[in-house]
């Protein structure tokens, strides 16, 4: 009786132990083995078009488009378009008087149709040679748009993402542990992008290359992955560039960070499997990457789930497995204290993170479970709603 729970259990820890201890050596042994360098130019000044949604941003807009004007990059190569997704505050009359101020600034009424449509419609309009797709309640660093020309000079490079920061408004455990998470996250990025090209997208500023993705048909899906498979797909890498500095407004709290990780669960794997490339791992090197960055570490709540349970029923008998079972009871009491403390507005770092990981990860893992039934989702809201 005790064979099936233990094959399960060490299935489970093979799974667990992959996801975030062996693909990562992995890519960063490849890294060190094959390292692809980019090949710079420092002088490259493309035309760039930033591209953003917005719905009901009126406590954001003002700083976002300030920013703008401050970025350190030629004049007469911007441009920035934004599309108004409905919007019922006064974000609309914000930006008309910047762009009253700025005629490389333009405003696009859209009635509610979802971020996604919004920037891609957006993006076809440009003939731009970079299009910078970007976030409503972010700020760039003011050389920000040099380091992507930088980056793009390198004819390989398709697209590039940032190191996102957070400006948090209050301490809690949703952005807490997102800040803990993005420093690991950000090494595997590196590491990948180093090697061939990174698949963890960053939606908040993702610079492209015009013409290096394939058109999106579907507004259901994630945009952000749907550009980190096609333009490998089209023979270009996504690379990660640790010195671009993207700085976001953190308004999240646990229950807000819980809600964002389940819808980008599902869009992220309903978008994994509409490409046949990434539907298996074996049918491409990018859908390989995908599988084992992505959604085998979003259904990852499967396994630890698993062999918490495997642990507590083989328990009795065995020395291992009540060790193992004591450190699941811990980690749950560790949970529950964070919870409490949470709700209590008590912050015990100890405690945030334990439970920060743990409703990521059933958050991701119950949206792809979701995509499989249902597919992606008619609307991207902001995380903060």
Known sequence: MRLVPTILFWVAVGWVFYVFIGYTLLMALLSRLRPRPLARCADYRPRIALV??????????????????????????????????????????????????DPSMTLQRFNRVGKTRI?????????????????????????????????????????VIG???????????GNRGQGKYLQLENRLRAWESLFWTTVGPSGECFAVRR???????????????????????????VWYEPTLAVVELNKRSLETESRRRLRMG??????????????????????????????????VAIPIWLLALCALLLAPGSTFFAAVAAMVLLWGLAMLGGYIGDRLSVNVRLLQYPLYFTSMLNSLAIG???????????????PRM
């Open 163 to 173: 190191r996102m920061s957070y400006r948090d408004s209050a301490a809690n455990a």
């Open 119 to 159: 920037i891609y419609d957006l993006a076809a309009r440009t003939d731009a040679d970079v299009i910078l797709f970007t976030d409503a309640d972010i700020v760039f660093a003011n050389d920000a748009l040099k380091v992507i020309a930088g980056c793009m000079s390198d004819p390989t490079v398709g697209g």
């Open 52 to 101: 953003m949604a917005a719905y009901n941003e009126e406590r954001n807009i003002t700083e976002r488009l300030e920013n703008y004007l401050d970025l350190d990059y030629p004049r007469e190569l911007l441009s920035f378009l934004i599309g108004s997704d409905g919007s019922t505050d006064g974000t609309d009359a914000i930006i008309e008087r910047y762009c009253a101020m």
């Open 266 to 299: 599902q869009q992220a794997t309903a978008t994994f499997l509409a490409h046949p490339e990434t539907r298996w791992p074996w049918r491409s090197l990018v859908g390989f990457e995908i599988w084992s960055h992505k959604l085998l570490r979003n259904l």
């Open 211 to 237: 013409g290096s993705y394939s058109p999106m048909t579907d507004y259901r899906l994630s945009d952000d992955n749907h550009l980190v498979i096609t333009i490998p797909l089209n023979g270009l890498r």
């Open 368 to 382: 792809s479970v979701r995509a499989v039934f249902s597919g992606g989702l008619d609307r991207w809201n902001s």
